[in-house]
Structures are given as structure tokens and as C-alpha cells.
């Protein structure tokens, strides 16, 4: 292997595969905002507006388990519950009666958010980055393939921080359904095998402290522990 790098390139960004030895590697980490009305409401968004999309790096990506620190920049550090869609195959322009076929799993995911950033940067029209794509902002459990699991159109997912519940909702509730996400996404960008997909949060989203531990479920799915370390 001849040494063609100018320093070592950054390691693949991989997930654990439920059942499997092998992992699952990520390519592109999509997600979608405001796909339950819910959410809209408690956020005093427009409810007739559509869904949006934006992306986080995916180096971003944290393991089950994982200690994250409380993020820098902000004092309103939000939790957000997520279904993630593991695509196996991708294109562009899917049809929505087509889409199922390019999923290979499905995970729990946090979103996590500097709620105060977003604010300010929507109220501007500014870009999310600051807000949304930072280092360590999304926790990912393992793959569950869809072999295993199937399609989850509906089913329970919920959060709770310290033992207490925050989030609860179903799946069910989605604006865009997964069929409808993955076909309007590839309306935007060439959709490959790798991509991750984060498909929005129930209402309840709200602040962490340091020490908090987060733990997401959704029925079928298993579990996501998340610890908020001390800040950066
Ligand atoms: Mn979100």
C-alpha cells in the first residue's frame, strides 16, 4: 500500500449491525425538521409549512453508550428523539412505492440542538450549522435490519432523561412517512447505500445538564443511552 496521504485520512464512521458481526458504514447523515405537528406547535412553528431537510457531518455520529459533553455555545441544549432510516441501496428521483426497497434497517437517533442558536438563526434566515451539525450531536444506536424488524410505521417512541419520561409519542404521527421522506430527499441529492436518515421529533423536546442520561426507545428497536458529559 504505498503511503498516498499526506496524514492518515479520518477513520470510516460505522454502526453496529443488531445480530450481525458486521458494521453498518455511514456515508451522509440527512434529517428531517418539523415532521410532527406536535413539535410544530410546542416550537410556535407553522403547522401548514411542509417538513424541511438539513444534514449534520457524519463524523458527528456518537455510539450507544457514549458520555457527550454539554455542547460549547449555548445555554439551551435540547434533546431530540428520533426514528433513523439505514439506507442499503439509494438513486435519485424514488417513487415513494419504491422507496421501502432501498432501506436496510432502521435505529434510534438523538438530534440533538442548540435550541437558542436555532432561534436566532431562523428568525434570520440564517444557515443551521452552528445550531444542528456540531461534533457529537447525534447519537446513534445500532442497526436493526429490516429482516428483523420490517417496516415500523407505527409503534412507541419515547424518551426519558433521568428516569423521567419527556418524550412519548408514536410513530404513526409522522407528517412524511418514510416512503414519502426518502422520495422527496432524492428529489434534492443522489441517495447511495450509507446514508442515514433522522425523520424528525415528537413534541416534548427540551434542555439537558451535564449528568443527565437520556435514554430513547422505539418498539422493536431496543434502547439508546446517552450521557451529557461536563461542557467543552
Ligand atoms: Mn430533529
Redesign the pocket.
Known amino acids: 500500500m504505498p503511503n498516498a496521504f499526506v496524514f492518515p485520512p479520518p477513520p470510516v464512521v460505522s454502526l453496529p449491525v443488531q445480530g450481525s458481526a458486521s458494521r453498518y458504514p455511514v456515508r451522509r447523515l440527512y434529517?428531517v425538521?418539523r415532521n410532527y405537528l406536535e413539535h410544530i406547535r410546542e416550537l410556535g412553528n407553522d403547522e401548514k409549512e411542509p417538513p424541511i431537510f438539513f444534514t449534520k457531518p457524519r463524523d458527528a455520529i456518537e455510539q450507544d453508550g457514549a458520555t457527550i459533553p454539554y455542547a460549547s455555545a449555548t445555554r439551551n441544549y435540547h434533546f431530540?428523539l428520533?426514528l433513523a432510516v439505514a439506507l442499503g441501496s439509494g438513486g435519485r428521483d424514488i417513487a415513494e412505492d419504491e422507496a421501502l426497497g432501498h432501506v436496510y434497517g432502521y435505529a434510534i437517533a438523538l438530534?440533538m440542538?442548540r435550541r437558542d442558536l436555532q432561534k436566532q438563526l431562523t428568525a434570520k434566515s440564517g444557515p443551521w450549522d452552528v445550531a444542528k451539525a456540531f461534533d457529537h450531536s447525534a447519537p446513534c444506536g445500532a442497526i436493526h435490519p429490516v429482516e428483523a424488524v420490517g417496516h415500523p410505521a407505527r409503534g412507541r417512541i419515547q424518551l426519558t432523561v433521568n428516569d423521567q419520561v419527556q418524550q412519548d409519542s408514536d410513530l404513526a404521527a409522522m407528517i412524511w412517512n418514510v416512503p414519502q421522506i426518502i422520495s422527496r430527499l432524492s428529489t434534492f441529492f443522489e441517495l447511495h447505500a450509507g446514508d442515514l436518515i433522522?425523520t424528525?421529533?415528537p413534541a416534548g423536546v427540551g434542555p439537558v445538564q451535564p449528568g443527565d442520561v437520556l435514554v430513547g426507545r422505539i418498539d422493536g428497536l431496543g434502547s439508546l443511552t446517552t450521557r451529557i458529559g461536563a461542557s467543552l
Do not use: A, K, Q
Request: glycine share 22%; charged share 35%; aromatic share 0%.
Open positions: 434529517c425538521g431530540e428520533e438530534d440542538t433522522l424528525g421529533t
